[in-house]
């Protein structure tokens, strides 16, 4: 690493971490590896918040207004498809005030904490084992997620966040795997008899292949899917039958399992119960594949859209080598030189622009409501991304004309309610430190209010950029 | 809502755009075209992308394949002439009958289904197979850019270089596949353009000029503020005699089931989108994705899960209908999704990724005739890999000969550059009168 400390910080603080608040680059270039690896803990990532509804609680709340739903819809002189209006009202309600509120305290955790990478390491993690709210209630199970499967993992072996994620209820409902059924189980029979036809759901099974660990290039077939997902047979959520244990929470029904051998990806997997799907998961985690496609991702994310192989190979070599710990991946890639390329080469995603805005403005963002439609303007609706496999996080996704457009917008309001008496000059050098051009810099000093000036900040190419 | 930035405010065209938000319906516009023939330059194609993998087999059911109805169990949709019935086309296939407006257009001989249709993509990957369709090659990732984009890059060479004013636009915050590529595409979406009178774009432009990619999305972007105030005083005045509406947007998630109210948004925004192509130098060519197709679980039947997409999806068509007035005699749009899906019910009264499925072509422009391919029957030995609707026709086929015959874009351009290496993949013929 041949250039100064200074640069060093600036890079360490807004590219591996969330963008400086007040004078952490000048914490950070006194060492600015080891300002990064002291973030890494044994016991995961912080919680935003530990005080919210548990998911059986989120549950039964949404079970008793689908109920009410229920009733209105059978009740006569009701004919229509829609549902009551007050049962809307009731549902947006239990979103707002649960998802909304892990929405905010994540974004204030993110905007205030002293171990910005932990929380971008987090992020990572979150976005990599996506649950989108685009269905029914999956969006007030996000935080939850988040909270109780991956944030006390992400330091700690994939295959045990790989499985955590993977017995969620969240992630079982939200990939339909909570009701998949081996067609040759008890639980399929018993239905049959009933006249009811139950099957299986490869949903679930095929995204852990694909986005969750081996990746597309492995090569699998759709055989292999197929197996799979009857291995995963069984994994699903407790019911309100199953007793106040159960209800809500992670289950396996041994009488809804694919009895057999299963043979993926070339390997058998004796019958046993929830044990042959975590057999497979455990082979998932420990194949180079997933090592690659692990690697390649941080590579991305952390450092270019198209990142060095150089990089990919070391951070896979790490995980292989400390077979899948995370917390040597981490550290191999604050040690990798190509981290600290003086270059700033990946474009901030909305979340990331509005959280370091918040960060270099020394604030926080106070109400959901307010936070929630701008960033869904710039085309990021937090926790509803479009798909399993996540957001994206590359320039050509997130430069579009309309979305500089939003940002701009963005900019101006917030700077004006934001900067207070504080000088724009002295923000935008704590902002980026060394990064902070000639050019940016000399605009900024001639802006016409400190309003202005802080606007400038915001959207100069090097804040738009880490 | 009074204190949020951006302006969210009660005007309805902003709601029509916030609320395509909550749909998970995302336009984009594409290319304003000089052509040497005049008459070539009022033509428009409307791409809309059906994501999640579209159900084509819910779409245009063929209720009298002998093999449908017995494949489809409690999903299947009831004969033609039964309450919540396929709404007929000819003895095999009707269309759902979420699909009323649709359906209007196909007595006219304003739209017809191709049922057996599919990318090269055979991974039944969403993410995958979506890469394909979007980038015109054979497989995923196989190209930074979209075919929608090299087939605006082709009509510009043609017409005479560069400077012909091949624009493109679209309306959404980020960038989709299908329109990245070296034609420089703007984007828009309501809310949050600049104030006239205010300094700070003239000091980004400054600040920008030598930053290859905030420099042209700014200026791009700042250019399309205009037209976009021209298409919403369009439909703003369209609407002016429709009921107002109550403001459904708050918080950060959408109604969770309001159907009737996401028809009545669609349809707007189907009008909104004819109202940028027909406004004076007007968008010819234009994207749209319409979200969550992906039916795993309890899809429905008549009603249901899919019904109410394929009901959002009938409403914007039946809205761009309207919007378009006159011009959607000159209009082509075509309806596509990754794949299709299982043809047997699952075992949770959905489907699974499949392979061909349903694409929609319709518009003033379009040829008479019946089913465009061939229609492989469910029969089991038909099924692709034993569980699918067996492909019969490459969706490039159909593309190439829209472009080819309505756009003009030539044979060769076409083979190469828009979708490379497809020489053996003829255009469809005959699609358009």
Known sequence: MAYDKDLLGAIAVTRVGLGARGD?????????????????????????????????????????????????????????????????????????????????????????????????WALFWANHFTVSGVKGI????????????????????????????????????????AQSIGP??????????????????????????????VGVEAGYSQADVTEFARAMTGWSVGAEREGEDHEGRFVFRDNSHEPGDRVIMGRRYEDGGYDQARAVMRDLAASPHTAHHLAAKIARHFVADDPPPSLTARLAGAYMDSRGDLSVVARSLIRAPETWAAQAQKFKTPYEFMVSSWRAAGTSPGE??????????????????????????????????????????????????????????????????????????????????????????????????? | MTNIPLGFGPLSRRQIFARSLALGITLEFAGTQVFADPLAAKRKLVVIICRGGQDGLSVS???????????????????????????????????????????????????????????????????????????????????????????????????????????????AATAPLILRGPVETASWSPGGGPEPDHRLPGILQDLYANDPVLG????????????????????????????????????????????????????????????????PDGKQVAAVSVENFDTHANQGSSQGQLATRLAYLDAFIDGL?????????????????????????????????????????????????????????????????????????????????VLRDHLGVDRAALDTLVFPESARIAPLARITA
């Open chain 1, 24 to 120: 952490e680059i000048a914490q950070a270039s006194a060492d600015p590896q080891g300002w990064l690896l002291a973030q890494i803990r044994p016991g995961g990532a912080d919680l935003f918040r530990t005080d919210m509804p548990s998911v059986p609680e989120r549950l039964a709340e949404y079970r008793q207004i689908q109920l009410a739903r229920r009733q209105t819809q059978m009740s006569p002189g009701t004919a229509t498809q829609a549902p009551a209006p007050d049962v809307v009202q009731e549902v947006r309600r239990l979103i707002r005030e649960n998802a909304g509120q892990d929405i905010l305290n994540r974004l204030q955790l993110a905007a205030a904490t002293d171990a910005p990478f932990r929380e971008r």
């Open chain 1, 138 to 177: 999956t969006a007030n199970l996000i935080g939850p997620f988040e909270q109780e499967a991956i944030r006390p993992r992400v330091f700690g072996r994939f295959e045990d966040l790989l499985v955590a994620s993977s017995s969620h209820p969240a992630m079982l409902l939200y990939l339909d795997q």
């Open chain 1, 184 to 213: 040759d189980s008890p639980a399929a029979a018993r239905a049959g008899r009933n006249g009811r036809h139950v099957g299986l759901n490869e949903n679930l099974a095929r995204e852990i292949l694909e986005l969750h660990t």
């Open chain 2, 61 to 171: 059911p063929p209720v009298g394949d002998s093999a449908y109805a017995a494949l489809r169990g409690p999903i299947a949709i009831p004969g033609f002439g039964e309450p919540g019935g396929a709404l007929k086309l000819d003895e095999t296939f009707g269309l759902h009958p979420a699909l009323a407006a649709t359906h209007a257009l196909a007595i006219k001989g304003e739209a017809r289904i191709a049922p057996a249709i599919a990318t090269p993509d055979r991974e039944r990957s969403h993410f995958e197979a979506q890469d394909v369709l979007e980038n015109g090659g054979t497989v995923a990732y196989g190209a930074a850019s979209g075919w929608l984009n090299r087939a605006l890059t082709a009509m510009n060479t043609r017409s005479g270089g560069a400077t012909s004013g091949v624009k493109a636009i679209s309306v």
């Open chain 2, 321 to 401: 209908h309207t919007g378009l007035g006159p011009a959607w005699a000159d209009t082509v749009v075509v309806t596509a999704t990754e794949f299709g899906r299982t043809a047997r019910v699952n075992g949770t009264r959905g489907t699974d990724h499949g392979t061909a499925s349903t694409a929609l072509v319709l518009g003033g422009a379009l040829s008479r005739g019946g089913i465009i391919g061939d229609w492989p029957t469910l029969q089991p030995a038909s099924l692709y890999e034993k569980r699918d609707t067996a492909p019969t026709l490459d969706m490039r086929g159909l593309f190439k000969g």
């Open chain 1, 368 to 466: 959901i409501a307010r936070v929630a439609p701008v960033m869904a303007s710039m085309g990021m609706r937090t926790f509803a991304a479009p798909s399993p496999k996540g957001w994206p996080d590359d320039t050509a996704s997130w430069a579009a004309p309309d979305g500089i457009i939003k940002r701009m917008a963005w900019s101006e309001t917030f700077s004006t309610a934001a900067v207070g008496e504080r000088d724009p000059v002295t923000l935008a050098q704590n902002a980026l430190g060394a990064r902070l051009s000639p050019l940016a810099a000399k605009t900024i000093a001639r802006a016409e209010t400190r309003a202005e000036g802080l606007s400038i900040l915001l959207m100069s190419p090097e804040f738009q950029r880490r």
């Open chain 2, 216 to 279: 042209p999305a700014l200026a791009t972007g700042l250019a399309t503020q205009g037209m976009a105030k021209e298409a919403s005083a369009m439909v703003q005045s369209e609407l002016a005699a429709g009921p107002s509406e109550p403001d459904m947007m708050s918080g950060s998630s959408p109604p969770p089931q309001a159907p009737r109210q996401g028809a009545a948004d669609a349809r707007k925004l189907g009008m909104t989108l004819a109202a940028f192509m027909t406004v």
